[in-house]
């Protein structure tokens, strides 16, 4: 996730454009690094005011790019539940953005209904002995015969969930989404 004021954002891209082109370690990894995407030149490369994520809809879709999973009963679980998937963006929303947000949302979260879903499984090795199961794909939710405010909570949450990631292991690459809504 990555909510960066423009003043930081900026500092931080001058710090980061001095190693495009060189090797970058990030704990035991090393990766190439090649480029910058400012905001807006690549679909997972955008700027939106905190105020922008609000919206109403009776859907929103999420397309799983990277593998999406969770942990329920201290086991690996990878299935788009809406209460697991939404669960995780309203918990990211509390830590992250406001603590009060939307008292009572998690009671309306098992009244939210899968519309429609393609996944497939996927298992990520993050390190030598450990393997995270997850899924990719697109899922559709209905918000349907929930109160305006639930839905435009739940629409606010699948909009953030691109910054924010779904699920467990985000900081490692697993859980990334892109938010759609379908016309109609």
Request: proline share 5%; hydrophobic share 40%; with cysteine.
């Amino acid at each position: 996730m990555a909510f960066i004021d423009d003043e930081a954002g900026e500092r931080f891209a001058e710090l980061i454009q001095k190693r495009e082109g060189k090797t970058v370690r990030l704990g035991k990894a090393i990766f190439g690094f090649s480029r910058v995407f400012p905001p807006g030149e690549h679909e997972l490369s955008i700027a939106l005011p905190l105020a922008q994520l609000a919206s109403h809809s009776s859907s929103a879709g999420l397309h799983f790019v990277s593998p999406a999973g969770f942990k329920r009963n201290n086991r690996q679980f990878f299935l788009p539940l809406p209460e697991l998937v939404f669960g995780s963006l309203l918990r990211k929303w509390r830590l992250h953005v406001d603590t009060d947000a939307w008292p009572g949302l998690e009671a309306a979260l098992p009244q939210i209904e899968v519309q429609s879903y393609r996944i497939e499984s996927h298992a990520v090795r993050l390190r030598t002995d450990r393997i995270m199961r997850g899924f990719c794909g697109e899922t559709e939710y209905s918000f349907r015969g929930l109160s305006e405010p639930e839905q435009c909570a739940l629409s606010t949450l699948a909009a953030f969930a691109f910054f924010s990631g779904v699920g467990y292991k985000t900081s490692q690459g697993m859980g990334e989404v892109l938010p759609f809504w379908r016309e109609g």
